[in-house]
């Protein structure tokens, strides 16, 4: 499984949208990136995926360099509510059951107001 | 909320003592999966369960065992309890052969502490 590498801590203020970046250098074709975050006290949160195409939904947008060895998960307008610490997980697609997920230590983001 | 419920929230044992841990998956899901969450580490893979059967396992001794019910609810059990068996004991539930290998609903977790 590939070894992805993300800053321990970021800033946002408030409104403004936060871009956090991840480096997946060694990611393989059948890795998909997919990025969860944990807000101080609860369990992670799934939030988008990806393999090769960005891809936006409702929490998230999720762009994937073209060479796959990095990609930046972007929150628009980040609010308080979005401090927490955000995951970025390379997970293989072998089919079958759900395959496990490593986390490293993410990366800290903290809104300010 | 993610309908994925954990009992209890939180727990004391003694070194040495037995624990289990219960989590109810989402309804629809047939995988569960344990995780063990260190103070300021990401959680660590324990095992996961599809279709009553262990079907992959972490870094842990023997003494993590577990078990998936008919109705996909889980347990995680914890003999001879260390100091270091204290953590965020997080369950996650998913559905195995959909389109999202990795998409998983977490619960909130039991906080277990060892004195």
């Known amino acids: 499984d590939a070894k992805t590498t993300q800053p321990p801590s970021m800033d946002c203020a408030e409104g403004r949208a936060a871009n956090l970046p991840c480096n997946h250098s060694t990611i393989s074709g059948n890795e998909y990136v997919y990025w969860y975050r944990q807000i101080h006290s609860q369990g992670p949160q799934y939030i988008i995926h990806?393999?090769?195409n960005n891809e936006t939904n409702e929490m998230a947008s999720l762009i994937i360099t073209e060479d796959r060895k990095s990609s930046t998960l972007i929150l628009p307008h980040a609010t308080l509510r979005d401090t927490a610490v955000y995951y970025c997980i390379a997970v293989p697609n072998y089919g079958g059951a759900t395959n496990k997920l490593i986390f490293g230590t993410g990366t800290l983001l903290a809104v300010q107001p | 909320e993610t309908g994925v419920t954990q009992s209890p929230t939180h727990l004391i044992k003694t070194r040495g003592q037995q624990v289990t841990l219960r989590c109810s998956s989402q309804?629809?899901?047939?995988?569960v999966s344990w995780y063990q969450q260190a103070l300021g580490q990401g959680p660590q893979f324990i095992f996961q369960y599809y279709r009553e059967e262990e079907n992959g396992r972490g870094n842990f001794p023997p003494r993590f065992s577990g078990l998936q019910f008919p109705n996909y609810s889980s347990e995680l059990n914890v003999n001879a309890l260390e100091l270091d068996d204290s953590a965020l004991y997080l369950c996650?539930?998913?559905?195995?052969?959909?389109?999202?290998?990795?998409?998983?609903?977490f619960g909130q977790g039991t906080r277990l502490t060892v004195v």
């Open positions: 990806g393999l090769k």
């Open positions: 996650a539930s998913s559905l195995s052969g959909g389109a999202s290998v990795g998409e998983a609903f």
């Open positions: 309804s629809g899901h047939n995988t």
